[in-house]
């Protein structure tokens, strides 16, 4: 019983589980409190469509022939063609810097593999408003170019823009996973290929990009999911999604059940996209269970690529960090300039880790049950935890912070307008971010150590803690920087659901750049991305260092 | 003394429709060293996990000292069972230097038992000045043993040891099978092991059980098992063999290689036809001009020569002869038995 009958034993535990439950068996697997977080965490994200499906329910008949209008169907395709444009944009520039970045002899390889993350730390609304005033008309751009003649330039709102910046904010995402595969790949499979005749480019494209294939799609998956419920980009751009004309429901309509109609029927999308996903991972193994150390595969020398190979690194860097950052400060430098007085941020920064922080803690604390379900004990019901904890991410967070207003208010006075509540909107809305994360560091832990520590009179809690919890580390820190991240650039919810006079970053640069004092919100963005950078820098050189890989 | 360390009762574990262990039933009893031997994908390694906790019975009890820890109705979980088990590929903990993975087991001790006992265990394991090291940094038999000494550590009851020598190469493996089976002895730790390997089975376990398709056939000591396997599929599990076509002539069967004397478990008529078990040693071969064989191929093994000998029906029998054999292929020959123990016969079935 060896070998590929291992899955067959572990899809065959659930039927054991079912049936230990009925028996007044010792130990039964999963056990209550692996399964306790996690369908906690299930209906934590079941909140917001309960809420929907309420509101739905209540819905005047109106309501629902307005979805099965033209308009919808054209808003849909719309929301459809973005999200696999951006998803198209994200893997084209996430796959090949991965490559370069963990497999090459890339110059300043270091130095690329922390600046190619960092694109993360922008927020939608900040990188599309920089777009379009540094590339739209009247803008930077042209402004330079005025001189030589040039009277307009190309249109950029629309798809291209919007794509193009949500493709260069997202990224990353897919970057993250396809690298951490990369890095874990047996070099010895690569290598046989190349002695059965394969040159590297086709090695490359038969035997490891067919690896990485769960990599990209789970980061496909964020991507997409993320690109359904953006509005600062899309509204930027002025191209009309699902989230969008949520968003115009919510501030025109005193209806709000259209607004919550619109986005059963965004949850239907995310579900489609989901049922995709998981069908793409098929049923691979992938921890090594060979003995010995792992071979990590050397790296390839790019000859004349590399120069070409750095220079496409730092087109990407430019355009999705240096731009943004650059013309951050120079609004900045003007307004100080114009003698704009500089406030201190103290406060607003306090709030904005505050709130992130304990999202990041709580989010990846919840992530690890929840993973070690997913990846020991799959099955129906861990699907069924998996698809809904999904659910929250693709919804936008204007929908979830109405959702919990509801039920604060009416189910959960103490935590109502308090901090809890908004950091329990934190983990609805970015929960998916820590779980793929530690689900990823999860499936490369072999099973048998686990069985091995409880062979050695471990407890399964105890295995946890002093065998799980330590191989997991990497993980569970990606996936608590990676929330940290998102939250401090929340911005929807933060405004809703904050404590009265809640000030963050993300609420300073809105309510500047709404009123259109773009060197005021120069300041704030500015910070948000120093604080959001740290971290995710110190992450990534971490998570890289010798004695973080342990080679 | 002779009370079971670990008994099988009946054991039997499905995955859906695919009977993976069968009612199997054995005792292990103190100090014993016992091999399960089988081809791959026989149950072995399902009958160890089903032991140690890592699976649950369908039917049957797993008594450990004479306490239920497997029934249908029971399951004690594995870190209460006190049954150490190395797996395949040893689970050595990465994250952990050798010395913390050798005291992973000891958590009730004492700082002070614990480092004795560490020091203890490495040097039994030969692993002394090694406890900082990481796994990775040890080479394969060198893990082996961590794993080994990781799992002697706590005093387990009993030790499983699944495949313990299939990731070491061939010149390794011998000398860790005869380091392995010194220190268990030493230790007289009742210890089962699964192999796929007859040589392994036959060198290291004071009894050998053969495993087919989920069932445990024939449990024996290795000379025995070799001697008189019950079914014709075990004969093949452990070793080389032929089987001669015959006919019972009271004490005899006659066979193309002459009249043998012969014994069985099962009853035979006179006159049954059987197939006799050949092992490669049972016949020297002579030239005889007039002889009824012909040496079809010849196999040179360095310390032997392996003769394949046809017979008219066009049954071959290997024959084992010395290396300086200077039989050519396509002499005729004739077999002579060169034992004086009686050849085990099968009853012949239909299809065989």
Not at chain 1, 312 to 325: E, K, R
Not at chain 2, 167 to 188: C, F, K, W
Request: hydrophobic letters at 50%; a positive charge; glycine letters at 8%.
């Amino acid at each position: 019983m060896q070998g590929d009958s291992s899955s067959q034993v572990l899809t065959v535990r659930l039927a054991d589980l079912t049936r230990a439950r009925t028996r007044r068996g010792l130990s039964s697997l999963p056990s209550l409190w692996l399964l306790g977080p996690s369908v906690f965490i299930a209906l934590a994200m079941l909140v917001p469509v309960a809420y929907l499906a309420l509101r739905s329910a209540g819905a005047s008949d109106s309501a629902w022939e307005l979805l099965f209008r033209a308009r919808t169907a054209w808003t849909l395709g719309r929301t459809a063609l973005l999200a696999v444009s951006v998803t198209g944009v994200a893997v084209l520039l996430a796959v090949p810097l991965a490559w370069l970045t963990a497999r090459s002899d890339l110059p300043w390889r270091r130095f690329w593999g922390v600046v190619s993350v960092l694109p993360l730390v922008i927020p939608s609304y900040v990188s599309a408003f920089l777009v379009v005033s540094a590339l739209g008309p009247r803008g930077l751009l042209q402004q330079m170019l005025e001189p030589l003649g040039v009277e307009r330039l190309p249109e950029i709102y629309g798809l291209p823009g919007a794509t193009l910046a949500l493709g260069l904010l997202t990224y990353p995402y897919v970057l993250l996973t396809v690298r951490g595969a990369m890095e874990n790949l047996d070099a010895s499979l690569e290598q046989s290929a190349r002695s059965l005749g394969y040159g590297p480019w086709r090695a490359f494209w038969h035997v490891t990009l067919p690896q990485l294939r769960p990599a990209i799609a789970a980061g496909a998956l964020l991507v997409a999911l993320y690109t359904l419920s953006d509005f600062g980009a899309v509204s930027l751009m002025r191209y009309e999604t699902f989230t969008w004309s949520i968003y115009q429901q919510y501030q025109s309509a005193f209806d709000r059940s259209v607004a919550a109609v619109l986005s059963l029927a965004l949850v239907a999308m995310a579900t489609a996209i989901l049922v995709l996903e998981s069908r793409s991972r098929g049923r691979m193994k992938y921890y090594r269970s060979g003995s010995g150390a792992s071979r990590r595969a050397g790296v390839t020398r790019l000859g004349r690529w590399r120069w070409p190979a750095a220079a496409f690194c730092g087109i990407v860097a430019s355009l999705a960090l240096a731009l943004p950052v650059a013309i951050l400060g120079y609004w900045l430098a003007r307004g100080i300039a114009a003698g704009e007085a500089l406030s201190p941020l103290w406060s607003e920064a306090r709030n904005s880790l505050y709130g992130s922080v304990l999202a990041a803690l709580v989010a990846a604390a919840l992530a690890v049950p929840a993973a070690a379900l997913l990846v020991r004990h799959p099955g129906k019901l861990s699907r069924g935890l998996e698809f809904t904890s999904y659910v929250g991410y693709a919804l936008p967070g204007v929908v979830v912070a109405l959702a919990l207003v509801f039920f604060g208010a009416n189910y959960a006075r103490p935590v109502y307008q308090s901090i809890w509540l908004l950091v329990f909107a934190y983990v609805v809305l970015f929960f998916p971010v820590a779980l793929s994360a530690v689900r990823s560091a999860m499936v490369q832990i072999n099973p048998r150590l686990e069985e091995a520590a409880r062979g050695l009179g471990l407890s399964p809690p105890k295995v946890m803690a002093r065998v799980t919890f330590p191989l997991l580390r990497p993980g569970v820190l990606a996936g608590a920087a990676l929330v940290f991240l998102v939250a401090m650039k929340e911005l929807p919810a933060t405004i809703i659901l904050g404590p009265l006079g809640f000030a963050t970053l993300a609420t300073a640069i809105w309510s500047a750049s709404s009123e259109a004092f773009f060197a005021r919100a120069a300041a704030p963005g500015l910070l948000l991305i120093l604080l959001s950078s740290v971290p995710m820098a110190f992450l990534v050189v971490r998570l890289r260092s010798p004695e973080g890989t342990r080679t | 003394m002779n009370e079971a360390v670990v008994e099988c009762i009946g054991v039997s574990k499905s995955y859906g429709p695919v009977a993976a262990v069968c009612e199997v039933s054995f005792a292990l009893r103190q100090g014993e060293i016992l091999s399960i031997l089988g081809p791959s994908g026989c149950g072995k390694t399902t009958l160890l996990r089903l032991i140690a906790g890592f699976e649950r019975v369908d039917a049957g009890e797993v008594r450990v000292q004479g306490r239920v820890v497997s029934s249908p109705r029971t399951h004690a979980p594995p870190e209460r069972r006190h049954i150490g088990m190395v797996f395949q590929d040893y689970a050595l903990f990465p994250h952990l230097t050798v010395a913390q993975n050798v005291v992973f087991g000891l958590r009730s001790a004492s700082d002070a038992e614990r480092r004795a006992r560490l020091d203890e265990v490495l040097r039994l394991v030969r692993l002394e000045g090694m406890g900082g090291r990481y796994p990775h940094e040890l080479s394969g038999g060198q893990q082996q043993r961590v794993a080994l000494g990781r799992t002697l550590a706590p005093r387990p009851v009993t030790v499983l040891l699944d495949e313990p020598f299939s990731n070491l190469d061939a010149s390794l493996r011998s000398q860790m099978r005869q380091e392995v089976q010194h220190l268990l002895r030493g230790q007289r730790t009742a210890t089962i092991f699964v192999t796929h390997d007859r040589e392994e089975a036959f060198a290291m376990a004071d009894r050998v059980g053969v495993m087919l398709n989920g069932r445990l056939v024939q449990v024996d000591t290795p000379g025995a098992m070799y001697r008189s396997p019950t079914t014709p599929e075990v004969a093949a599990t452990t070793g080389v063999c032929d089987f001669l076509p015959g006919v019972v002539e009271g004490e005899r069967v006659a066979t193309e290689a002459g009249r043998l004397l012969w014994t069985s478990t099962g009853h035979l008529a006179q006159g049954a036809a059987v197939n006799v078990l050949v092992r490669a040693d049972d016949f020297l071969v002579m030239p005889n001009p007039h002889g009824n064989g012909v040496v079809a191929s010849r196999e040179y093994r360095g310390d032997a020569m392996v003769l394949v000998v046809r017979l008219p029906s066009g049954t071959t029998v290997r024959c084992r002869q010395g290396p300086y054999s200077e039989l050519a292929t396509g002499t005729q020959v004739t077999l002579a038995p060169s034992r004086v123990q009686p050849f085990v016969a099968y009853a012949k079935t239909r299809d065989g």
